[in-house]
T-cell receptor, first 112, second 114 residues
Framework: DQQVKQNSPSLSVQEGRISILNCDYT??????FLWYKKYPAEGPTFLIS???IKDKNEDGRFTVFLNKSAKHLSLHIVPSQPGDSAVYFC???????????WGAGTKLIIKP | NAGVMQNPRHLVRRRGQEARLRCSPV?????VYWYRQLPEEGLKFMVY????????ESGMPKERFSAEFPKEGPSILRIQQVVRGDSAAYFC????????????FGSGTQLSVL
C-alpha cells in the first residue's frame, strides 16, 4: 500500500525553465511533508518542507505547494539549473510520528 | 566533514553469511534512524534508536535483523543469514532531536547478496 506516490519516474526540463514535481498521498493523518534531493552514490539531503497549516512555502528557487483537499503537493524549481539534476523524493509524516513515508522518487534531468 | 559516516560503502555477502553495517552519526546527534531502499522504490523506515535504546523497530523484519546504538561507538545494523532479498541500499540518518527536517543522511551501504 503506497501511501505516498510520485507517479512520474523521470522528468526532463530545459535549463532556465520551471520544473514541477508532483506527489500524491492517501493518508489523511499526514500533516508534515518534506522534499529531499539525492545525487547518485550519496544520501538524500533535505530541501524544503511544509506543514498542513500552510499551503505554500518558499525558499529561494524552490517552492512547495500543498493542496490538502486533493492530497497533493508539488515542488516548483525556477529557474531550473544543471545542478538540479538529481532524484527528488517526497516524504510525509504525522508530526507525532517520526517515521517518514517516502515516495519512489522522480529523476529530474535538466537539459542545457 | 563531520557528516554521517557509513561503512562499508559496498558489501558483498553470500547467502547465509552475516552482514554488519556501521553508522557514525553527526557529532552531537543522539538519534539514529535506519532506512532501506530497494531498487526503484522509496526509502522504507526500519528502526529508530537513541543512545543504548531501541525506540521503534516496527519497520524491521522480525527475524535475522537487529540494530544497536551503544554508548560508545557507531550504530550497527546486523543482518544474519542473509538472503538475496536483503540486497538493497541501507541508509542511516541522524538528528539532534526528533524534528524530521533535521535528518542528515549518510551515503549508504549497498549490500549485494550472491
Amino acid at each position: 500500500d503506497q501511501q505516498v506516490k510520485q507517479n512520474s519516474p523521470s522528468l526532463s526540463v530545459q535549463e532556465g525553465r520551471i520544473s514541477i514535481l508532483n506527489c500524491d498521498y492517501t493518508n489523511s493523518m499526514f500533516d508534515y511533508f518534506l522534499w529531499y534531493k539525492k545525487y547518485p552514490a550519496e544520501g538524500p539531503t533535505f530541501l524544503i518542507s511544509i506543514s498542513s497549516i500552510k499551503d505554500k512555502n518558499e525558499d529561494g528557487r524552490f517552492t512547495v505547494f500543498l493542496n490538502k483537499s486533493a492530497k497533493h503537493l508539488s515542488l516548483h524549481i525556477v529557474p531550473s539549473q544543471p545542478g538540479d539534476s538529481a532524484v527528488y523524493f517526497c516524504a510525509a509524516s504525522a508530526r507525532s510520528n517520526y517515521q517518514l513515508i517516502w515516495g519512489a522518487g522522480t529523476k529530474l534531468i535538466i537539459k542545457p | 566533514n563531520a557528516g554521517v559516516m557509513q561503512n562499508p560503502r559496498h558489501l558483498v555477502r553470500r547467502r547465509g553469511q552475516e552482514a554488519r553495517l556501521r553508522c557514525s552519526p553527526v557529532k552531537g546527534h543522539s538519534h539514529v534512524y535506519w532506512y532501506r531502499q530497494l531498487p526503484e522504490e522509496g526509502l522504507k523506515f526500519m528502526v529508530y534508536l537513541q543512545k543504548e535504546n531501541i525506540i521503534d523497530e516496527s519497520g524491521m523484519p522480525k527475524e535475522r535483523f537487529s540494530a544497536e546504538f551503544p554508548k560508545e561507538g557507531p550504530s550497527i545494523l546486523r543482518i544474519q543469514q542473509v538472503v538475496r532479498g536483503d540486497s538493497a541500499a541501507y541508509f542511516c540518518a541522524s538528528s539532534k532531536d526528533r524534528e524530521n527536517e533535521k535528518l542528515f543522511f549518510g551515503s549508504g551501504t549497498q549490500l549485494s547478496v550472491l
